[in-house]
């Protein structure tokens, strides 16, 4: 049964930093796709960075410039480094991931982690 852990969220004040991982176990992820998303209060899920088996990443315009993803292949780990937080960015941030990379919405990913949220005050 494969199953997705986020941790890392928390509290910050607009500018801070934090970093958000995503341990994926039940089985071996070889050619899988992960990415995160993430869910403001009283709005919809959105995209917000994924990466590809091969390493590719894609941002959304929100975040690109200030967040990075990346992944160790050896861990099953995916990241989320984010900087120059906004309080727009408060959210419940999710990971997700997908056998193949076939794209950036919610249906093209398999799993999906039960979150962790990520408050940023100004």
């Known amino acids: 049964q494969v199953q997705l852990v986020e941790s890392g969220g928390g509290l910050v004040q607009a500018g801070d930093s934090l970093r958000l991982s995503c341990a994926a176990s039940?089985?071996?992820?070889?050619?899988?796709?992960k990415a995160w998303f993430r869910q403001p209060p009283g709005k919809e899920r959105e995209f917000v960075a994924a990466?590809?088996?091969?390493?590719?990443?894609y941002y959304a315009d929100s975040v690109k410039g200030r967040f990075t993803i990346s992944r160790d292949y050896a861990k099953e780990l995916v990241y989320l480094q984010m900087n120059s937080l906004k309080p727009d960015d408060t959210a419940v941030y999710y990971c997700?991931?997908?056998?193949?990379?076939?794209?950036?919405?919610?249906?093209?990913?398999?799993?999906w982690g039960q979150g962790t949220q990520v408050t940023v005050s100004s």
């Open positions: 990466i590809t088996w091969t390493g590719n990443t």
């Open positions: 997700a991931m997908n056998r193949l990379f076939v794209g950036l919405g919610q249906n093209s990913y398999t799993y």
């Open positions: 039940g089985r071996t992820f070889t050619g899988y796709a």
